[in-house]
DNA sequence: TTGTAAAGTTAGGCGCACCTAAATATTCTG
DNA sequence: CAGAATATTTAGGTGCGCCTAACTTTACAA
């Protein structure tokens, strides 16, 4: 068994240690690391542009501000997005391109889980999460195929497209919306199974009509009035985290009337 | 933003670089380094608790023997596996454990490809070396639950029970059979994509029987004679590269009557 | 039994991705 | 506009998991 072993290695990694797990066919091979950063950023700039900030992106990913500095002198080299000192970062159109593909594998994952075995809407974030990084773009794409590509993801989010391309829905937190305001609910924030779970119990899902009834003083809670799908309506007081992580489509048209 | 950082920093990693990614509540977190090692060990060692030698280990993973000899001693650290310097590693009982879940994982994410997602049979196990060290617990047995909890997976290996235990069904290489012997085939390597195409192009397959016709002198090619599912019946001429790849139970009597 | 080939180990390094502590730049506030 | 507070970067360090080169142990054969 001697000499296929040193073939074998010659062919295969080259010299140095560490480095990439998995090739991705879409240009370079990335780590997961470098796919979180790329993702957290694109969440935090928006698909506009804009530019993130280092301590918003190490509060994100639970990583120290240093390491966050380091890491963005990397991504630059990658030419995944340009670094201006001291003033934030903002993702270059290949930076983007592995953002979207990030967010398509995550949410068609999320869906997957979902609709195929029955996850629990609280579990699936956690699960894409680790999931993202391993499955290939075949994958993907079959469990997209399976699921008939769906538009969107199990809290509302937009699936990217195969090709990159993502529908642009207006979103604004509910927190935002003034008092008679009737509005749809297009998405819930993921990324807290607790707040998702409590949420869930108060009907407020993708679909749901929810109008602001009262808004307490000083940045105080809100109470809402909830249509569920099958014709409930229910009043809650929620308070202004639950409020963010609530986005809802354009106002439906003044729901009050008599007052 | 400030306040909320220090908070969930402090609350998760605590000290030092590196360490492990994600829990997978059987005992300690393994990093997916450690789960490749065990699983190698417990392929090479068998069932029975034999030693495995470190170029072998090498060989198998496609890693430098030094690199091997130090991870062995972090697998003894851990307690997964005793090390005789210079004799070889045998698994511990939490070893074998450990082992026998990756594999379960490895067989049953296999099986969902195959049977759930359309994969062909020659490229699952590529997908499922990646996501075997991904999957939470909890993903592999609503997998393994959708399907039925299957018995082995769709190169017919049998898949480990959640608790760790495997059928031992006895394996004999196609390549040890003598002339006459009419088998079956119990299952087929699956670490070479473009072996297990050929394999398949000639109707071998689990279940599918097998006569050794001929045997060429000097470990010579084979001749053999496959009788497919659909009552087909084809004789080819194989390697012993293949021959070895194919593993077929007891003998189910001779074959040959008037010869 | 002794000499050599093969197997295994030690020694010394490297890149990645994280960390803390300390310096520096920017932005707010009085 | 000075000083404080905050954001960011530099400096220096750690463990992991790999590498090559060189050495040691073991196994086999003359």
Redesign the interface.
């Known amino acids: ?2 000499p ?2 040193r073939t ?2 010659a062919t ?2 080259g010299h140095s240690g560490g480095g990439a797990r ?1 090739g991705t066919a879409a240009g370079q091979a990335l780590t997961g690391s470098v796919e979180d950063y790329v993702k957290a950023i694109y969440e935090l700039a928006g698909a506009s542009g804009g530019a993130a900030a280092t ?2 992106i ?2 994100r990913l ?3 501000p240093p390491s966050v500095s380091g890491m963005l002198r990397r991504l630059a080299a990658l030419e995944l997005l340009t670094h201006e000192p001291y003033k934030g970062v903002t993702l270059t159109a290949a930076g983007r391109r592995a953002a979207l593909r990030m967010l398509r594998r995550h949410r068609v994952i999320e869906t997957y ?1 979902a609709r ?4 629990p809407w609280d ?1 699936v974030h ?2 894409a999460e ?2 993202e ?4 773009d ?2 993907i794409d ?2 997209a195929s ?1 699921l008939g590509e769906p538009a969107v993801d199990p809290h509302g989010a937009p699936i990217p497209s195969r090709e990159g391309t993502m529908a642009d829905i207006p979103q604004r937190m509910l927190a935002d919306q003034p008092v008679g305001a009737r509005t749809r609910v297009t998405s819930v924030s993921d990324d807290d199974p607790a707040l998702l779970r409590y949420v869930a119990s108060l009907d407020i899902r993708p679909g749901a009509s929810v109008t602001v009834v009262e808004r307490g003083p000083f940045e105080g809670p809100l109470t809402v009035r909830v249509s569920g799908k099958g014709g409930t309506e229910r009043q809650h007081v929620v308070g202004l985290a639950v409020a963010r992580a609530v986005n809802v489509d354009a106002p439906r048209g003044p729901a009050r009337r008599g007052g």
Request: hydrophobic share 35%; charged share 35%.
């Open positions: 068994m001697s296929s072993r074998r290695r295969g990694r998995h301590t918003d190490a509060d639970a990583i120290a889980l195929q075995l029955d996850y579990r956690a699960e680790r999931l990084h391993a499955a290939s075949e994958l079959r469990m399976t």
